[in-house]
């Protein structure tokens, strides 16, 4: 599975393929099947990344929860699903 992603060290939005998605329900934070990696800084860990709005989409995503979003589209540092 493809999710969109923003860069919080270069500002740029990339797609990355995730593979499966899990919970870990000891973080209630989701476990990737593979590393989110930026094309431009390399491979990055889930406190430095941001979801963006098209990474959003809860097709996708189901029950995932503690993504961090942009504050310039949803006004919020972190929310709940």
């Known amino acids: 599975m493809k999710i969109n992603f923003e ?37 990055r860990t889930m406190d430095e990344v941001f979801l963006t709005e098209l990474g959003m989409n809860p097709k996708k995503l189901g029950k995932l929860a503690n993504y961090r979003l942009k504050e310039k589209h949803f006004g919020v540092g972190v929310i709940l699903l």
């Not at 060290?9 to 990737?32: A, S």
């Open 7 to 43: 860069c919080t060290k270069c500002q740029k939005e990339f797609d990355c393929e995730m593979g499966k998605i899990r919970i870990n329900e000891t973080t209630m934070r989701p476990d990737f099947e593979k590393p989110i990696v930026c094309p431009r800084c390399g491979e």
